[in-house]
Structure formats: structure tokens, C-alpha cells
């Protein structure tokens, strides 16, 4: 008799983006980096990132954080993105909704008030700030990675579009920014799928015509990312405001504004001088859901003003489950995924004492 093979979810969300953290079912991965575990999944086991995204069990609109015992003794765990474009190395709501499943599962117990601690992310360590109120997780502080203006002002020809301005910004992944005015879109929800075709094109315009390269990480890939940028309103002293919405090649529109999004925005203001250390952005997604970007400092990285900043939203749960994996069932594809199924322990991480 084949052993029943389950993969153990707590599925999340944060500012409407739902990322299924994975907490068991998962053998080990090789690598003696989250980093170089992350590299294996994508090179030889990408099938667990296709299982969680596609039918019969999910949708790409989602994102998967796989949970990995970490591999710094400062961090409480590890995890890895993956999303539909592949495995980026950082994502803000991932991060959110990761840190709440962590205190949630008991991985890092709960503390009232105020609690800080690490996460290993395939960027690096990342300082979780949580929030708690009677035994809820009410708000969680996670860093962004640091930003900058890659390109400014750039124009390019698109198909049925014409000529489009655009900025890049690097924020845990190559970011093209684009007035949302320009393009006619006021952002409001029933726009979604008409930003999704346009921001579609743009970014195929633009990987078609060239490539971004990391001032240290070098070739990271072709452009992922476009951000639509509403106008930006002054709403007290040091604190602004902008409706927003990011997209995901190939053609997801996020249902947050994503922390990467807010980072990158952030980037720009500070590029162009209209935001200073210790000012905040807030970025309103489609939905009315936001994130808090705050811009802490700001050092100059050869020709670029790379920026720090932290990113603060609320995570949710919204299911535990196990999923059974059935290889002989003609939707699911177990080749790239069979290997690193566990049928001999949990794979959970063990809760700090």
C-alpha cells in the first residue's frame, strides 16, 4: 500500500495577497544556505511552487512560503518565496504573513506587547518587529532590503500603447514605475484587469529591449515587477499617501500593494527629494488595503542612493490544512516534486524555549 503523502499549509494573508506558508510534509533540502536551498528547489524540485499555484490546488494569484530550520542560529526559521514568476529572494507581505504563521504555530511564542526577533530569508537575515494584543498578532515590522533608482525617466515604444515613461527601482527585485495617470487609470478595483494587460505589455516591451543588473548581486533575471503609482497626498507632517498597485509577470495583479512595491516607491521619493529619513508612505492597494513604508536612512553605493527602510502591515490566518498528493491523479505532475516529499517525519521546525 502506497503511504499517504500530505503536505501541511497555514494559509495567510496580508493587505489581501494570500501566501500558503508550508509547515511540514517537506523532506530537508541540501544546502547549507536558505539561499542554496532556495537555488535547489528552483533548479530541481520546482514542482512543490507549480503544485501550490496551479489547479486543483491553487491559483498563481497566490504565493508559497516553504518554512526550513535556518541556517544562522539567529534566526528562529527559514523560508522561501516562490510566486508565479519564480523564486524571488525577498517579498515584504511574504515575510508578514511568514513572521504571523511563526508566532501562530508556536514557533516563536507569543509575548505581549512588543517582540523582536529573526527570520532567514534567501536575502539574508531579516529583524522581525511583532506587535501583540491579547494574544494577537495585531502588526508586524519587517525590514525592506535596500533600495535604489536604477534608471530614471526612461521611454520606450509599446505595442498598442505607444510611448511609455518609466522608472526602475531595485527593492528584492528589478521594479519598472509608472504614473498610473499617464496610462489613463485612476486605480480603483474594476481597473484590474485592464492594469494587468497594460503592465503586461509594458514589461514585455521592456524585457524585449533590455536587462538590469544588481550594483553587487549582477544579473538577477529579467524585469519581474511593474508598480502603478497614483498621486501622492501629504496627510500630516511626514506622512504620505498613494493609491498603488503591483504587478506580477506573467499576469497577476498582487491584491496588496506588496512591501517591495512600497520600498521601491520610497526609493523614488527619495531620488527625487521629496521625502526625508523618518518620513512614512502609505500605499493603497485596489482593495483598500495598505502598507507602511518608512524611510529610515539613505547611503550613497557608487552612482546610487540606496535607501533603508522597514515595511509594516497586518497578517491574518485564514486556514490549516493538509493537503494529500495523489501522483497518480492526471492533474498533478509529481516528477520535479516526488523527491522531496516526506513520508517519514513532519519536517516542522522546532519552537524556541
Known amino acids: 500500500m502506497k503511504p499517504e503523502l500530505t503536505i501541511q499549509l497555514m494559509d495567510t494573508h496580508a493587505g489581501g495577497d494570500v501566501s500558503r506558508i508550508v509547515t511540514g510534509g517537506i523532506d530537508l533540502l541540501p544546502g547549507d544556505t536558505v539561499r542554496a536551498q532556495m537555488e535547489y528547489l528552483r533548479d530541481d524540485a520546482d514542482g512543490l511552487r507549480r503544485l501550490l499555484l496551479e489547479e486543483p490546488y491553487g491559483v498563481p494569484e497566490m504565493s508559497v512560503d516553504l518554512l526550513v530550520p535556518p541556517t544562522d542560529p539567529r534566526a528562529a526559521a527559514g523560508y522561501i518565496i516562490m510566486e508565479v514568476m519564480g523564486y524571488p529572494i525577498y517579498s515584504g507581505s511574504n515575510t508578514i504573513c511568514t513572521a504571523t504563521a511563526v508566532l501562530e504555530s508556536g514557533i516563536v511564542p507569543k509575548q505581549e506587547g512588543k517582540q523582536n526577533f529573526m527570520l532567514e530569508s534567501p536575502a539574508g537575515l531579516v529583524q522581525i518587529e511583532a506587535t501583540v494584543h491579547d494574544g494577537v498578532v495585531e502588526a508586524v515590522t519587517c525590514e525592506g532590503l535596500p533600495s535604489y533608482i536604477h534608471t530614471y525617466k526612461a521611454s520606450i515604444d509599446v505595442p498598442s500603447l505607444g510611448e511609455v515613461t518609466y522608472s526602475v527601482a531595485y527593492s528584492g527585485g528589478f521594479y519598472a514605475l509608472v504614473d498610473a495617470a499617464s496610462m489613463g487609470f ?47 497626498e501629504q496627510v500630516a507632517d511626514g506622512y504620505y499617501r498613494s493609491r498603488s498597485a503591483t504587478y506580477v509577470h506573467p499576469g497577476v495583479i498582487c491584491r496588496s500593494t506588496t512591501g517591495t512595491g512600497t520600498s521601491a516607491r520610497l526609493a523614488l521619493m527619495n531620488y527625487e527629494g521629496s521625502i526625508k529619513p523618518g518620513d512614512k508612505l502609505e500605499t493603497i492597494s485596489l482593495r483598500e488595503t495598505g502598507f507602511i513604508g518608512e524611510f529610515t536612512s539613505v547611503e550613497q553605493e557608487g552612482e546610487y542612493q540606496v535607501i533603508k527602510n522597514s515595511i509594516t502591515g497586518k497578517g491574518y490566518v485564514i486556514a490549516r490544512s493538509d493537503i494529500v498528493v495523489n501522483c497518480d ?3 498533478v505532475e509529481c516528477g520535479s516534486l516526488h523527491h522531496i516529499l516526506s513520508s517519514r517525519h513532519t519536517g516542522k521546525i522546532t519552537p524556541q524555549s
Open 329 to 331: 491523479d492526471p492533474m
Open 186 to 232: 485612476d486605480l480603483t478595483l474594476d481597473e484590474e484587469r485592464k492594469l494587468a494587460e497594460t503592465a503586461h505589455a509594458i514589461v514585455e516591451a521592456i524585457q524585449a529591449e533590455r536587462g538590469f543588473s544588481h550594483y553587487t548581486l549582477g544579473d538577477v533575471g529579467p524585469l519581474p515587477f511593474l508598480h502603478f503609482m497614483g498621486p501622492v
